[in-house]
């Protein structure tokens, strides 16, 4: 397995519930100003089951990203780090794609965290 895994390298909050030959579905859990380390997503669709804050980082750069619970938002293939910085627990599940991007898609550099 891939040491750049959310389940391997943060298996307290990550927590594979489905998975098949074309998708993974990971759920996500945390508490106000838990942290994760960095760790890989594949292209994702990312459903907020609670609303939260996040500081999300990668290489030098980062972004606050405020969700409402209820959203569907793509996440790029990216690796980042990320923090609980609001007052409410997280609550999240990750849809990963596991066939390859398009040629198109990968030649746009991906915005940092949800999109």
């Known amino acids: 397995m891939d040491p750049h895994d959310p389940t391997v ?3 307290a909050l990550y927590k594979v ?3 098949n030959e074309r998708v993974r579905i990971l759920e996500y859990r945390d508490e106000p100003g838990d942290r994760t380390h960095v760790h890989r997503h594949p292209d994702s669709v990312m459903v907020t089951l609670s609303a939260f804050r996040r500081h999300v980082s990668a290489n030098g750069r980062s972004v606050e990203v405020d969700l409402r619970a209820g959203e569907a ?3 790029g293939a990216q690796e980042h780090s990320g923090e609980n910085i609001g007052t409410t627990a997280t609550h999240s599940i990750f849809i990963e794609l596991k066939e390859p991007a398009s040629a198109t898609a990968t030649s746009v550099a991906a915005p940092l965290g949800p999109s």
């Open 17 to 19: 519930i489905f998975e």
């Open 9 to 11: 390298t943060d298996p």
């Open 73 to 75: 938002r793509w996440v």
